[in-house]
């Protein structure tokens, strides 16, 4: 329809609905024991005064609540996430868009499953939304702290010597997920020394330092030198 005929509640309308019901929805916190372990052992070796809470998760939580809602790293691996990504409607300024979709990335934690999501998804949506799926997978197998895992921790404490090696928990997808269909050990290490001069992901100024770049072949000569 034409932009001077508007209706009350159009497509975009809805959209706008959608996206402030999700913004007001937030999955409830919770701490799995993979993120635990992560935090507990690396939090004694940090200054900041959350760390001091994160030393002892369980009894520390509800202190921990506000921290967790204002710091988006400790969220992310707290809850299940949404991300609002992409919106569409009209492709002209004068054109009612027939229909308008709102496009979200999720990343879950244990526990929560694509389809899980999607029914919290539909519970929250405004009526005359319809939701569906893109494209997603349910999350793979932790990987077990077995030999394999100490071989990674030695050939890392060999290249960089006062190194403190700990499991942690990836945030977001890699393609390693293809490979926990033949192996048991997929660890998503990425080898490379990381630091302040990197440039943030998928943002401006994306980047790693030359001088970095001959340690993730190196290590990966050690590991299969020696496995």
């Known amino acids: 329809g034409h932009s001077c005929l508007p209706a009350k509640t159009g497509a975009l309308t809805l959209i706008a609905q959608t996206i402030l019901a999700l913004e007001a929805n937030w999955m409830p916190t919770r701490c799995i024991?993979?993120?635990?372990?992560?935090?507990?052992?690396?939090?004694?070796?940090k200054e900041e005064e959350?760390?001091?809470?994160?030393?002892?998760?369980?009894k520390n939580w509800e202190a921990l609540q506000p921290i967790i809602e204002e710091d988006r790293g400790l969220s992310a691996l707290f809850r299940s996430t949404t991300a609002i990504t992409m919106a569409s409607g009209s492709?002209?300024?004068?054109?009612l868009p027939e229909k308008a979709t709102l496009t979200v990335n999720c990343r879950f934690l244990e526990g929560d499953t694509v389809e899980s999501m999607?029914?919290?998804?539909?519970?929250?949506a405004p009526e005359g939304v319809q939701v569906r799926l893109l494209k997603g997978n349910n999350l793979c197998h932790t990987s077990p702290m077995d030999e394999k895992f100490d071989l990674l921790a030695d050939i890392t404490r060999e290249?960089?010597?006062?190194?403190l090696v700990v499991p942690g928990y990836l945030?977001?997808?890699?393609?390693?997920?293809?490979?926990?269909?033949?192996?048991?050990n997929v660890y998503r290490y990425g080898s490379f020394f990381g630091n302040k001069e990197w440039g943030p992901a998928h943002s401006v100024n994306e980047c790693i330092p030359l001088d970095v770049l001959v340690s993730g072949p190196t290590f990966f000569e050690k590991l299969i030198r020696r496995y």
């Open 33 to 45: 024991p993979a993120v635990k372990n992560y935090l507990e052992a690396i939090a004694p070796h």
């Open 50 to 58: 959350k760390y001091r809470l994160l030393t002892d998760i369980e």
């Open 91 to 95: 492709a002209q300024a004068n054109i």
């Open 118 to 124: 999607l029914e919290f998804y539909q519970s929250i």
């Open 159 to 163: 290249m960089y010597p006062g190194m």
């Open 171 to 184: 945030l977001g997808g890699t393609d390693s997920r293809y490979y926990t269909a033949v192996s048991n």
